[in-house]
């Protein structure tokens, strides 16, 4: 069989995932065969690992941060919602979370056994009196995004976990591929915002670093503890991970990326990105087409379905919202040249 070689980048519009950075790739490739899941065998790429949480938590506004690398933001999602349920005094939890939420929260939700409450949005964003409606009780955790998948938006954090704290509910921010960009705006959504117990925050999405790299974020041990179980045969004695082997290319890719780019590096990214992000959208609306303002540098476009068609054709590899925009995500691989071929392609097209 031919050697099967991946696609490149140079037309992948919509993807929240990236080239890694030089560095995460050689660092991914030195540490392939370690396992993060076994420290007490592994325990450079465990120490590593304590290295990411604690620049992860630096990155989010966290001293003595507890947490893990996960297999993404979907694990660490389930994982929050796992360690609300585990944590909260009732037999019947639920959840509450705002329609733009990722759809990682509804498989939390079912494998959990735990009721997920959809608030309604206002201006893409939670609407706070939706929000309060649903919490009861038996509410064990309220969600906020920061930076969603589809339009870039930052939920009003600080008011959702003021309403988790009356609730005595836990308060989960997902920041899976805001939390490399947000530190560089002016949004409230970190743990020195608000009173967050728990944060999803992916190396693998902005932060540039290999998959599977992504991050979950606890105020403290003991919220951790919640997911604790012992492990018999392993040289450690516990485990709170969902997953039991894990990638330690994906950690040591983390720890050498975000050594590499926190701060400026990530803030230089930033900065293109969302200059790319303005200028994609004032280029698409000056020809006509209705846009989503990019308040992150995520551009959603309504551009006719024939069109959508026809870019796709030619090898855009772009997707389209649940309202049925076309959407950009300005990863660090969305250069501004392939935007201007992007545009030349649409005009040669509509
Ligand atoms: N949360 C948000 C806001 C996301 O945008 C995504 C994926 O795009 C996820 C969670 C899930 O992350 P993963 O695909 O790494 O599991």
Redesign the pocket.
Known sequence: MQRAEPQDFSRVLSS??TEPHPTARDAAERFLATNPGDPGTYETVAKMEREAVDLLGQVAGLQDAAGYIA???????IQAVRIARNRADTRDPNFVAPAS??F?FRKAADILGVELRTAPLEDYRANLDGVAELIDDDTALVVG?A???EYGRVDPIPALSDMATDADALCHV?????GFVLPFTAHAWDFSDADIDTM?I?P??MGQAA??A?GLLARGPELLDELAIDTPYLESTSQVTLTGTRSGAGVASAVAVMEELWREGYERQYRQSQTNADWLAAEVRSRGFDVVSPVLPIVAMDLPHDLVADLRERGWRISRTEADEARVVCMPHVTRPMLQEFLADIDELA
């Open positions: 929240m995932c297999s993404g933001g979907t694990e660490a999602n939420a990722h990682s995004v930076g969603t998948t997902d920041a899976a591929w805001g999803t992916d693998h999405k998959v599977p992504g």
